[in-house]
C-alpha cells in the first residue's frame, strides 16, 4: 500500500514538471507574431492554470522533509551533509557546466557575461537575468526552505505551526522583497509557505491525500468559482477586488489545483498503476530533477538549430520545443547514469 501511495507522488510531480516545461516553451515565442495572435489572449487564463506547478512542488518537497527529519533523523551534521549533497551541490556544479557552455558558445548564445554569472551564483542565486541557467533558481531556493525548516523545527524546537504563521506572514510580505536577490530572498519569501505548508500537512500529501469524490467535486467548484471571480474582478467593488487580490496573492489558485491533484494521482496509483501510459507519467514523475535542470538548455539546442533551418514560430515549433524538452533529459539522465558519480555530482543521487 505504501508503494501505491508513493506512485500518487510520482505521478502529481509529473503533471508540474509537464506543465513547467509547456510553460516554458510558451515563454520560447513571446516577441513573435505567433505569440501576439494565438497565445498573449490565453496567458491570462493559462498561467491562471500554471500556478499549481511550483506550490506542488513545494509542497511535496516539505512534506519529504518532515518525513527525513521525524524517521530519519540522526545528526545534525548527517542532515545538513545530506540536504548539501543532494540540493546544493546540484545547484553548483550544474551551474558551472551551464556557464561553461554560454562562454563557449557566447558567439550563438544570447547568455549573461562571465563576470555576471559568476556573481549570481555567489551573491544572487535567484537572479534569472545572469544565473547560467535562469531554472536554477528552484534549487537554491528548495535548499533555503529546507535550511530555514531544519534550523527553526530541530535546532531552535519552534512549533511547526508557528513556523506555518511565521511562513504565512513572509508571504504576504514577500512583494517587499522582489528585487532581492541575494541568496534568493526574493523567491524564498514567496515560496517558504508551501514548504512548511506541506511539511505541516504531511499526512494530506504523502499518506492520505484527500480523494473521495465529494471532496475533490468540492474542490473544483470552488476553483471555478474562484476564476469566474478573477476574469469578472472589474464587476466588484474595490474593496471586494483589494480582499480578493490579497487571498489570490498565497497562490490559492495553484493549492485548490494541487489538491484536485493529489487525489486524482491517488485514485489513478490505486487502479491503474500498472497501465502502460501511466507508468510512463510515473517515471517522468521521478526523474523531474531531470527534466527540471535539462530542459532549458535542451531549448537553447533546438533553438539555434530550428533558426538555421529556418522553422518558424507557431504550432510546429512549440512542439519541437515541447516534447523534446520532456523527453531528452530522460535520455540524458540515462546516458549520464552510466558514470554513477557524475550523476550524483550533477543530480545529487544515484541513479534509480
Excluded at 477586488?241 to 484536485?260: D, N, Q, Y
Excluded at 516534447?323 to 540515462?334: A, Q, R, S, T
Amino acid at each position: 500500500m505504501l508503494k501505491k501511495r508513493m506512485l500518487h507522488i510520482d505521478i502529481a510531480k509529473s503533471i508540474a514538471i509537464i506543465w513547467i516545461v509547456y510553460g516554458h516553451a510558451l515563454v520560447q515565442m513571446q516577441g513573435t507574431q505567433f505569440y501576439s495572435s494565438y497565445l498573449d489572449k490565453q496567458m491570462g487564463f493559462m498561467f491562471t492554470l500554471f500556478s499549481f506547478r511550483l506550490p506542488l512542488l513545494f509542497m511535496i518537497s516539505g512534506a519529504f522533509q518532515r518525513r527525513r527529519l521525524e524517521y530519519s533523523f540522526a545528526s545534525h551534521k548527517e542532515y545538513l551533509v545530506k540536504i548539501f549533497q543532494t540540493i546544493l551541490l546540484p545547484f553548483y556544479s550544474l551551474s558551472l557546466i551551464f556557464l561553461l557552455i554560454n562562454v563557449t558558445m557566447s558567439k550563438y548564445l544570447n547568455s549573461p557575461s562571465m563576470s555576471e554569472m559568476i556573481y549570481s551564483l555567489l551573491l544572487q542565486q535567484s537572479n534569472n537575468n545572469i544565473l547560467p541557467s535562469g531554472v536554477m533558481w528552484f534549487l537554491f531556493t528548495l535548499f533555503n526552505c529546507a535550511f530555514l525548516t531544519y534550523f527553526a523545527i530541530r535546532v531552535f524546537k519552534l512549533r511547526p505551526i508557528y513556523f506555518l504563521l511565521f511562513a504565512l506572514v513572509l508571504k504576504a510580505v514577500s512583494g517587499v522583497f522582489t528585487n532581492a536577490y541575494f541568496l534568493a530572498l526574493d523567491t524564498t519569501s514567496q515560496f517558504l509557505f508551501f514548504f512548511v505548508l506541506g511539511y505541516y500537512f504531511d499526512k494530506y500529501v504523502i499518506y492520505e491525500p484527500i480523494h473521495k469524490w465529494k471532496y475533490l467535486a468540492w474542490f473544483i467548484v470552488a476553483y471555478l468559482f474562484l476564476l469566474v471571480t478573477y476574469f469578472n474582478l472589474s464587476a466588484f467593488p474595490p474593496a471586494f477586488v483589494a480582499v480578493f487580490k490579497f487571498i489570490k496573492s498565497f497562490e490559492i489558485f495553484g493549492i485548490l489545483v494541487t489538491l484536485i491533484i493529489f487525489g486524482i494521482a491517488h485514485k489513478l496509483a490505486e487502479k491503474y498503476s500498472e497501465s502502460k501510459v501511466l507508468r510512463w507519467f510515473i517515471y517522468c514523475g521521478a526523474s523531474s530533477m531531470l527534466i527540471y535542470v535539462f530542459h532549458m538548455p535542451t531549448f537553447t539546442l533546438l533553438n539555434l538549430i530550428m533558426n538555421i533551418v529556418h522553422v518558424y514560430p507557431g504550432v510546429v515549433k512549440l512542439l519541437l520545443l515541447f516534447v523534446p524538452g520532456v523527453i531528452f533529459p530522460l535520455i540524458y539522465g540515462k546516458i549520464l547514469s552510466y558514470n554513477k558519480a557524475a550523476y550524483k555530482l550533477l543530480i545529487g543521487r544515484d541513479p534509480g
